[in-house]
């Protein structure tokens, strides 16, 4: 299964909304992407969200951008929250591996306040890196399967 990346957000602050990016991110193998709030020696280096979700979000009324939700990588073509814990996403040269769906919301971060829902408890995965890369807008990401 193939999709593409259509945004990369960052944040230097945890539970706030992150800015997209115009060219590529740096991935850090065993840590996440350089310069964001949530980059580290954990299971929840990078989220992911996918723009199907997203675009259904704004149908029901949501007014949002790209990383409102705190999602680090937007990408359409891959119904992200259907793929299993260990699979693994492959970028150019990054490759991430999957270690949660779904997460628990922090006191209601600022888009649920602001709107009413977030779908990034419900929607969102979270990765590790396992090898490092650049990632940017435009790249083609390809689910593969869990490890």
Do not use: Y
Not at 66 to 76: K, L, R, T
């Amino acid at each position: 299964m193939k999709g593409t990346v259509l945004a990369v957000c960052v944040s230097d602050i945890r539970g706030i909304h992150k800015t997209e990016v115009t060219g590529r991110i740096r991935i850090v193998e065993g840590f996440g992407i350089e310069g964001d709030a949530h980059g580290g020696s954990w299971h929840r280096q990078i989220s992911l969200l996918s723009r199907e979700k997203i675009e259904e979000f704004k149908r029901r009324g949501g007014a949002v951008n790209n990383g409102d939700f705190g999602e680090n990588i937007v990408v359409s073509g891959i119904d992200l929250r259907s793929l299993p814990v260990g699979s693994r996403l492959k970028f150019d040269d990054a490759i991430l591996e999957v270690t949660q769906i779904g997460k628990e919301c922090h006191a209601h971060c600022e888009i649920f306040r602001r709107a009413g829902d977030c779908i990034m408890p419900r929607e969102g995965i979270f990765a590790r890196v396992i090898t490092g890369g650049t990632v940017g807008k435009g790249d083609t990401v390809e689910a593969l399967a869990a490890h």
